[in-house]
């Protein structure tokens, strides 16, 4: 039977996303800033940070990354991937990108996410904002703002719920007994 523990509820979550924004916006030039969500949940968490980011006048473009299809373990993650698509409504090059995420595990989504951007431009910097940092990383990629780090073994995962797509917000660690180690 699958073990599910709430590690973040969400009251915790809505001061992280403030602390994210406030570190956001002490360290990166708001002027020249976008901001990419990674579907699905880093979507959210990137307009949540661009309502809290942008002020009367500044207005900071958001724009959406699919990166199913830039996936390397693409054969394993699904027999038929659903592809929602990507849009980023504004030009890259030149812009320093704020690349969004919920959790990063291994480092496969975002090193499918760097690959993906390089098909829209080139801009002038990138930096990594997850909400969840864990353990376990296959690539060399570190977050440069995180909310939490939440320890996970192996077998076990890391669940982020958002109210925009499931009715609430909570993070969630789950153990499941054939995944096990």
Same mark, same amino acid.
């Given at each position: 039977?699958?073990?599910?523990?709430? +590690?973040?509820? $969400?009251?915790?979550?809505?001061?992280?996303?403030?602390?994210?924004? $406030?570190?956001?916006?002490?360290?990166?030039?708001?002027?020249?800033?976008?901001?990419?969500?990674?579907?699905?949940?880093?979507?959210?968490?990137?307009?949540?940070?661009?309502?809290?980011?942008?002020?009367?006048?500044?207005?900071?473009?958001?724009?959406?990354?699919?990166?199913?299809?830039?996936?390397?373990?693409?054969?394993?993650?699904?027999?038929?991937?659903? +592809?929602?698509?990507?849009?980023?409504?504004?030009?890259?090059?030149?812009?320093?990108?704020?690349?969004?995420?919920? +959790?990063?595990?291994?480092?496969?989504?975002?090193?499918?996410?760097?690959?993906?951007?390089?098909?829209?431009?080139?801009?002038?910097?990138?930096?990594?904002?997850?909400?969840?940092?864990?353990?376990?990383?296959?690539?060399?990629?570190?977050?440069?703002?995180?909310?939490?780090?939440?320890?996970?073994?192996?077998?076990?995962?890391?669940?982020?719920?958002?109210?925009?797509?499931?009715?609430?917000?909570?993070?969630?660690?789950?153990?499941?007994?054939?995944?096990?180690?």
């Amino acid at each position: 039977m699958e073990k599910k523990i709430e +590690v973040i509820g $969400e009251a915790e979550i809505g001061k992280l996303i403030n602390q994210l924004s $406030e570190s956001v916006s002490r360290t990166l030039n708001l002027e020249n800033l976008a901001i990419l969500g990674i579907r699905r949940r880093g979507v959210e968490l990137a307009l949540r940070l661009q309502k809290r980011l942008e002020k009367p006048g500044r207005k900071i473009p958001l724009g959406i990354l699919d990166i199913t299809l830039y996936r390397d373990d693409l054969s394993s993650v699904d027999v038929q991937p659903l +592809v929602r698509g990507t849009s980023i409504p504004f030009d890259l090059t030149g812009r320093d990108i704020l690349l969004v995420d919920d +959790v990063l595990y291994t480092g496969r989504t975002i090193r499918a996410a760097l690959t993906q951007l390089v098909d829209f431009g080139r801009p002038r910097s990138v930096k990594l904002l997850t909400l969840i940092d864990r353990d376990h990383r296959e690539l060399p990629i570190q977050p440069d703002f995180t909310g939490r780090f939440v320890e996970a073994a192996a077998g076990e995962f890391i669940e982020v719920r958002l109210r925009e797509v499931d009715g609430e917000d909570k993070v969630l660690l789950i153990t499941r007994p054939d995944r096990a180690s």
